[in-house]
């Protein structure tokens, strides 16, 4: 099993930026695709940026392409999520999550394993 840990989040003007981190526990890390997704207040949770199963490809929402950026440390075992030119519609809890199969990188049920959520807010 993994373990993950969020951290980053805050409040943010319309069109500054913020660095999410999700810190896994696991020592099989490399064992384990990781994506993120988020939630605003009464919304479904939803697809945000994702690594390929490989780590080679990234892939992004159409909602925050060009703006936001996926990337990882490996030798920390941390994910990263650059955001920038942040909208006031980009205001939503950011939950990374990890799994264990190829496939299915953008649907929440093909993730096993989440971390707590960190709360990102933008002024407008």
């Known amino acids: 099993q993994v373990q993950l840990v969020e951290s980053g989040g805050g409040l943010v003007q319309a069109g500054g930026s913020l660095r999410l981190s999700c810190a896994a526990s696991?020592?099989?890390?490399?064992?384990?695709?990781v994506g993120w997704f988020r939630q605003a207040p009464g919304k479904e949770r939803e697809f945000v940026a994702a690594?390929?199963?490989?780590?080679?490809?990234?892939y992004y929402a159409d909602s925050v392409k060009g703006r936001f950026t996926i990337s990882r440390d490996n030798t920390k075992a941390t994910v990263f999520l650059q955001m920038n030119i942040l909208k006031p519609e980009d205001t939503a809890v950011y939950y990374c999550?990890?799994?264990?199969?190829?496939?299915?990188?953008?649907?929440?049920?093909?993730?096993?394993?989440w971390g707590q959520g960190t709360q990102v807010t933008v002024s407008s």
């Open positions: 690594f390929s199963w490989s780590g080679s490809t990234t």
């Open positions: 999550a990890a799994r264990t199969t190829s496939g299915g990188y953008y649907l929440p049920r093909t993730y096993g394993y």
């Open positions: 696991a020592r099989s890390y490399n064992n384990y695709a």
